[in-house]
Antibody, heavy 121, light 108 residues
């Protein structure tokens, strides 16, 4: 059974840092591309970042570029999101999601349960 | 970056058919995927590609696409289908993804 379990969320002051983790199991993690997606309270979904299976290709949303860093450790079946210079608008539930693609289609087939990040003084 | 536009809210009578639409330039290049999200839960993939359902998704869910518009159709809506629905596609630039704003479906 595919499982994605996020951890590392919590309360942090503006300007602070936090590192999120996503532990993957039930599939060959090193073969899959991964993403972080977030959802502010009462708001819609927002894509945050992508990393290829090897980690060689990385993309970020403009809203987090220069502040967040995505990474992975295939030996540990884990995905990470280092978040620096946090702002109030970064407050959200952060989900990790497995990425699949086909002909002209890209989709997130499995999601974790999410971890809440609250940026507040 | 591209945007995907969805109607904020749609309602349907129990057992009737409802279509939820998603518009955006990126849909001319990529198929949309659709996600169902119930309160307090993570999103669940319901439709991807031309019209594909993951295992476990009822066949009353279907997808279609034409030009810059993708549609999710629920034929014979059930009470348990009441949820928020989001469309998503890769951005036309190919280096980002975009979600629609979401449609809140109410089953009457």
């Amino acid at each position: 059974e595919v499982q994605l379990v996020e951890s590392g969320g919590g309360l942090v002051q503006p300007g602070g840092s936090l590192r999120l983790s996503c532990a993957a199991s039930g599939f060959t993690f090193s073969s899959y591309e991964m993403n972080w997606v977030r959802q502010a309270p009462g708001k819609g979904l927002e894509w945050v970042s992508y990393i290829s299976s090897s980690g060689s290709t990385i993309y970020y949303a403009d809203s987090v570029k220069g502040r967040f860093t995505i990474s992975r450790d295939n030996a540990k079946n884990s995905l990470y999101l280092q978040m620096n210079s946090l702002r109030a608008e970064d407050t959200a539930v952060y989900y990790c999601a497995r990425d699949l693609s086909g002909w002209s289609t890209y989709y997130f087939d499995y999601w974790g349960q999410g971890t809440l990040v609250t940026v507040s003084s | 970056s591209s945007e995907l536009t969805q109607d904020p809210a749609v309602s349907v009578a129990l057992g009737q058919t409802v279509r939820i639409t998603c518009q955006g330039d990126s849909l001319r290049s990529y198929y949309a995927s659709w996600y169902q999200q119930k309160p307090g839960q993570a999103p669940v993939l319901v439709i991807y590609g031309k019209n594909n359902r993951p295992s476990g998704i009822p066949d009353r869910f279907s997808g279609s696409s034409s030009g810059n518009t993708a549609s999710l159709t629920i034929t014979g809506a059930q009470a348990e289908d009441e949820a928020d629905y989001y469309c998503n596609s890769r951005d036309s630039s190919g280096n980002s993804w975009v979600f629609g704003g979401g449609t809140k479906l109410t089953v009457l």
